[in-house]
């Protein structure tokens, strides 16, 4: 006996739109979306539009290139009971702002990558800042160590074995095994550090903002350039991070 079908097709072509989108960061025409989801210009006008006009598309007006908005970070963001993980962080992360004078951001993992959901801008004339919705790398920088390392050993081993480690400075750990020692004394630590290895002068130290059972909500950090953020000044620096954080853990679970 046959099985009715429950496929809504104009639906599951709106979700192919948007599962190419994801893999495409800088975007696709609908020229380039037409031949890689093997449908007719017009189709492929009527559902980016109809997106766009829902905000789950944004478009490049030079390019034509559209992307994915922001708003499915909304959709995605850590909710405990009534509490928001953005309300209760802001405060804690201004904070943080004020006694390090630096740039204070916050994010969480999306597939194999993070993802930035807020930031605090720093004090100073020259100072960090970036389009909230970058995505990042998880082994090259601090967040992204916290959010390999609060994975248990399984995990970690199959997410090394998946990602690329590419070496992006000369700094970068690129070796699964070295990568899992450093994720190993991140636990131990309580907080990661970047040493300028995403980046050439910049420094990172990061977080993890945990939920009940200590599961792993977030990732908040402190980005500056190295000159004002030196590597003997991670410990200390470390400390204030995982007090920030813990402050904005013990919000969301009061």
Known sequence: ???????????????????????????????????????????????????????????DPLSKRFRLSTKFLTLGLPQVGDVSLVEEALPVMRALRDETRETVQLGLRVGDEGVIIEQVSGLHP????????????????APGKILLAWQNASELQETLERIPLTQDTPRTITEPKALQQECDQVRQRGYATDYAEADEGIHCISAP???????LLAVLWVSAPSKRLPKGMFASVGKQVMLSADEISGRLIK
């Open 1 to 59: 006996m046959k099985t009715a079908t429950t496929s809504v097709p104009a639906l599951e072509r709106g979700l192919d739109v948007l599962e190419v989108l994801n893999q495409a960061p800088d975007g696709l025409g609908i020229s380039e979306l037409a031949t890689r989801l093997a449908l007719n210009k017009n189709a492929v006008f009527r559902i980016t539009h109809t997106l766009m006009d829902r905000q789950y598309l944004e478009r």
């Open 126 to 141: 020259l100072r960090i800042a970036v389009d909230i919705g970058l995505r990042f790398p998880l082994h090259n920088n």
């Open 209 to 215: 903002i945990l939920g009940q059972d200590q599961q």
